[in-house]
């Protein structure tokens, strides 16, 4: 049984930066592209980045956080992570991972972080 520990999420003013990570355990985790995704109020759960089993350079990110966001993994940790910059109100939401895509792992989430960003 899959499980994913996501962390690091907090209260930041617009302009800010937090760093989020996640813990996968129960899977080979080096065999798995990873994402980021998230999911404010009263919205659909949206895609934010993923990134290929290797890591590295092979990333892709969603529209609203190209150039602002960057994950990365280490896959000696069994860890993903998200680093958030030049953060705004929009951003607000929780923030969860998973395989990419999520169906890869059966579409079962975590109990995610919230992040929230003050104006």
């Known amino acids: 049984q899959v499980q994913v520990v996501e962390s690091g999420g907090g209260l930041v003013q617009a302009g800010g930066s937090l760093r989020l990570s996640c813990v996968v355990s129960?899977?080979?985790?080096?065999?798995?592209?990873m994402g980021w995704y998230r999911q404010a109020p009263g919205k659909e759960r949206e895609f934010v980045a993923r990134?290929?089993?290797?890591?590295?350079?092979?990333?892709l990110y969603g529209d609203s956080v190209k150039g602002r966001f960057t994950i990365s993994r280490d896959n000696t940790k069994n860890t993903v992570y998200l680093e958030m910059n030049s953060l705004k109100p929009e951003d607000t939401a929780t923030y969860y991972c998973?395989?990419?895509?999520?169906?890869?792992?059966?579409?079962?989430w975590g109990q995610g972080t919230q992040v929230t960003v003050s104006s």
């Open positions: 998973n395989s990419h895509p999520p169906i890869v792992w059966g579409n079962r």
């Open positions: 129960g899977r080979t985790f080096s065999r798995y592209e």
């Open positions: 990134i290929s089993m290797s890591g590295g350079s092979n990333t």
